[in-house]
């Protein structure tokens, strides 16, 4: 796909489904342990979903792979604040790698997701100051059974329960991702 080509039409963009949470946000809520209501154990949580964002633009055609490289779509946005500000930051970047992308500034991206599930109601939002002085904001979980359910449908997909060719692509990204995570964690390089 050339960088300058213009974006998806309509009819391509139905290929992801809206109305529903983005792959990130969805994600960001799989990190989150339903009986504590925070975050537990994740601490690849910015970079899954990095790399989710990064499969939801590749869906949506805004962004392609040119040897090796992330290439951008110029000015095609998507709507969604997370995968909208990282297709600013791809046009505004040097040529990164797909690897790299992962990474870089990832911290920034998962920020931008707890926000949005917070002003959508799935997060409380909750600003404290640490020491009296740096201002930080702490996310708990509002809707865990939203999130119970989100995981027993990826541990369907990752146990089999359905044929490989019924289960859903979105489904299948959430749980390659988290079987990688998990993996990872099972070799020293992290929590799962």
Excluded at 157 to 179: H, N, Q
Aim: proline share 6%; glycine share 10%; with cysteine.
């Amino acid at each position: 796909m050339n960088p300058r080509t213009p974006a998806p039409t309509l009819q391509e963009e139905a290929l992801v489904p809206h109305g529903s949470l983005s792959l990130p946000a969805r994600l960001c809520l799989l990190g989150f342990d339903t009986e504590k209501g925070r975050v537990s154990g994740a601490p690849d949580l910015a970079l899954c979903v990095r790399a989710a964002a990064l499969v939801e633009l590749a869906r949506r055609r805004i962004i392609s792979d040119v040897d090796g490289v992330v290439t951008p779509v110029f000015d095609a946005r998507t709507g969604d604040p997370v995968l909208d500000e990282l297709m600013e930051l791809a046009e505004e970047s040097r040529p990164r790698s797909w690897r790299t992308w992962i990474g870089y500034r990832s911290g920034a991206g998962l920020d931008t997701v707890r926000r949005q599930l917070a002003s959508e109601g799935y997060l409380s939002a909750e600003r404290k100051r640490v020491f009296g002085l740096f201002p930080v904001t702490r996310y708990g979980l509002e809707r865990a059974g939203y999130v119970e359910v989100l995981r027993a449908e990826v541990l369907g997909v990752l146990e089999g329960a359905e044929p490989a060719e019924r289960v859903d692509e979105d489904d299948a990204v959430l749980a390659a991702v988290k079987a990688a995570e998990a993996a990872r964690a099972s070799a020293g390089g992290g929590a799962g």
